[in-house]
């Protein structure tokens, strides 16, 4: 069963009620309901899942806890769709308060019964950035995403420990270890139907938990930067095959802004 109307926090324009805003700004995270459509995100699921069989041989992620495939919106012209709409877009910009690009997008595959969660992690300390605003991600459920298949569960009140080093998602202590004081957040779990979406920070801690059930979990993420971010010189995918020298901008048609 897909989203139900009743059932939306936004509308065409991409407006979401003020309480979903001020929530991500004290929680690190939000679900907004219905951002598809149900027939949407079926369209969207069978196009991902079409992506996925005819590049699987690239997306297995080393040690098996989900496939996964960035920057498809370069490759998949219904993907790119996704990634570049226009109202999610405006939503992500209504979160964080300042103009945002496209950092990447990636899709997220748990297969069935893979019985591998996604450790808590933080997104950031992964990303090349300097002199960077919080960035979010807005994942949306292209399949029902209850806690057996793989929903997310978030520490609350987390996206302003920054200074931690990336994180190791096969290793459940491994967050806990470098901030002990995670620990003890309450957690929350939060189930999405298909065509809803939450959005997170980049620096607030969450984990996936295993898929147990019989069918695919199926999430495309978009990752919103600031736009004023710049490139620091580490290492990582997207930016590799740039030639970008540290301090560059990260703007150009590599980090669009197609919602503005």
């Not at 995100?41 to 960035?70: I, M, N, P, T, Y």
């Not at 964080?96 to 992690?121: C, I, S, Y």
Request: net charge negative; with cysteine; hydrophobic share 40%.
């Amino acid at each position: 069963m897909g989203t139900s109307t009743h059932e939306r926090d936004v509308d065409a324009g991409g407006r979401v009620p003020d309480e979903l805003v001020s929530a991500y700004r004290e929680h690190g995270f939000v679900r907004v309901r219905g951002v598809l459509e149900p027939a949407q995100a079926e369209r969207f699921r069978a196009g991902a899942e079409a992506f996925l069989a005819a590049h699987r041989a690239e997306s297995l992620e080393k040690q098996g806890v989900f496939s996964q495939l960035v920057n498809v919106w370069r490759r998949d012209p219904l993907l790119r769709e996704l990634t570049f709409d226009q109202r999610i877009g405006r939503i992500a910009e209504r979160l964080a308060g300042f103009p945002l690009r496209l950092w990447h997008d990636q899709m997220l595959v748990k297969e069935p019964h893979n019985n591998a969660a996604t450790e808590f992690h933080q997104d950031r300390p992964y990303w090349p950035h300097a002199g960077d605003r919080l960035p979010l991600s807005a994942w949306i459920a292209l399949v029902d995403v209850p806690p057996e298949r793989g929903c997310m569960t978030f520490l609350p009140g987390t996206q302003d420990r920054t200074g931690l080093l990336p994180q190791d998602l096969h290793h459940e202590e491994d967050l806990f270890t470098m901030d002990p004081s995670l620990r003890w957040i309450p957690r929350v779990t939060v189930p999405l139907r298909a065509g809803d979406c939450t959005f997170h920070s980049g620096y607030t801690g969450h984990m996936a938990l295993p898929n147990r059930t019989d069918q695919a979990r199926f999430a495309h993420v978009t990752i919103y930067m600031d736009a004023e971010a710049r490139y620091n010189g580490a290492g990582h995918v997207v930016t590799d095959p740039l030639g970008l020298a540290a301090g560059d901008r990260l703007d150009g048609d590599a980090f669009p802004r197609p919602w503005a």
